[in-house]
């Protein structure tokens, strides 16, 4: 088992910045990858970015491709995303999530408010 926390969130002007930070706990050594999430109100729940736990490869979503930067801490078992030129569409829970193969997450955090004010 993998236990996720997520901290950060919080409330920023548009052209603002955030860093969410996804602490994980447990079975980390069979991780293949950590990334983040989004749901807005109404909408259904979107991929943002990922790392993958060995390589630090990442990817991300056309919407942030730019503007988010995700990276990982391997010691401190804690994966970052740093949001910048933020827009009131990215306004969502964001949620960190966790997964032992490609493609897949078994794990999730709670999730963390970000509101974007315009």
């Known amino acids: 088992q993998v236990q996720l926390v997520e901290s950060g969130g919080g409330l920023v002007q548009a052209g603002g910045s955030l860093r969410l930070s996804c602490a994980a706990s447990?079975?980390?050594?069979?991780?293949?990858?950590m990334g983040w999430f989004r749901q807005a109100p109404g909408k259904e729940r979107e991929f943002v970015a990922q790392?993958?736990?060995?390589?630090?490869?990442?990817t991300y979503a056309d919407s942030v491709k730019g503007r988010f930067t995700i990276s990982r801490d391997n010691a401190k078992n804690t994966v970052y995303l740093q949001m910048n030129s933020l827009k009131p569409e990215d306004t969502a829970i964001y949620y960190c999530?966790?997964?032992?193969?490609?493609?897949?997450?078994?794990?999730w955090g709670r999730g963390t408010q970000v509101t974007v004010s315009s």
């Open positions: 447990g079975r980390t050594f069979s991780l293949y990858a």
């Open positions: 790392i993958t736990w060995n390589r630090g490869s990442p």
């Open positions: 999530a966790a997964g032992s193969g490609v493609g897949t997450y078994e794990y």
